[in-house]
């Protein structure tokens, strides 16, 4: 059974950074593309960012784009976001994704809040 | 980027019914359009794939419709487990997106 547990996320001051990670179970990681997605009550779902099977390949979307960094360890079985210049408009629940080109299975998620 | 639009956001439903949900594009993302459910307090599930390929694991009574720039996600005979936002996604493009969402409730 495919398993992702995130852990991270918090309260950050706006400027501040923060670290996700995603431990990932039940199937060969490294096999596949993964994304972390966000939500937020106004926003609705908004995806954030991709990286391919073997790390080589990135993509972001525009809002994240230059303070945001995803990464993974494929030995460790891991996923994570590195989320530098935090803004109060990246409050939400992020969830890490394994994917294919549709999203197949989803963590259970994890609030970052950016406030003051 | 490829907006989606869902209608309704919101509908009252009654067990056993059929409901319909729409999720216009902005421009045609041929099949890769693909639905999600959410029940409150989880996280979005797969629900179809590819506009009308089904997930397993999923009922029968959810089915999916359409290409280029409308689409249907059907729910025959309506259960109250049923009860949950649902959301369409189109992979055709970066950047990906997201509809919306259509609220649920009884």
């Known amino acids: 059974e495919v398993h992702l547990v995130q852990s991270g996320g918090g309260l950050v001051q706006p400027g501040g950074s923060l670290r996700l990670s995603c431990a990932a179970s039940?199937?060969?990681?490294?096999?596949?593309?993964m994304s972390w997605v966000r939500q937020t009550p106004g926003r609705g779902l908004e995806w954030v960012a991709n990286?391919?099977?073997?790390?080589?390949?990135?993509y972001y979307a525009g809002s994240v784009k230059g303070r945001f960094t995803i990464s993974r360890d494929n030995a460790q079985n891991s996923l994570y976001l590195e989320m530098n210049s935090l803004r109060v408009e990246d409050t939400a629940v992020y969830y890490c994704?394994?994917?294919?080109?549709?999203?197949?299975?989803w963590g259970q998620g994890t609030l970052v809040a950016v406030s003051s | 980027e490829i907006v989606l639009t869902q209608s309704p956001d919101f509908l009252s439903v009654t067990p056993k019914e059929k409901v319909t949900i729409t999720c216009r594009a902005s421009?045609?993302?041929?099949?890769?359009l693909h639905w999600y459910q959410q029940k409150p307090g989880q996280s979005p599930s797969l629900l179809i794939k590819y506009s009308s390929q089904s997930i397993s694991g999923v009922p029968s009574r959810f089915s999916g419709s359409g290409s280029g720039t409308d689409f249907t996600l059907t729910i025959n005979g309506l259960e109250a487990e049923d009860v949950a936002a649902y959301y369409c996604h189109q992979s055709s493009s970066l950047p990906v997106t997201f509809g919306g969402g259509t609220k649920l409730e009884i």
């Open positions: 990286i391919k099977k073997d790390g080589s390949e990135k």
């Open positions: 994704v394994r994917m294919f080109y549709y999203f197949e299975y």
């Open positions: 421009q045609t993302v041929g099949t890769s």
């Open positions: 039940g199937f060969t990681f490294g096999s596949y593309w």
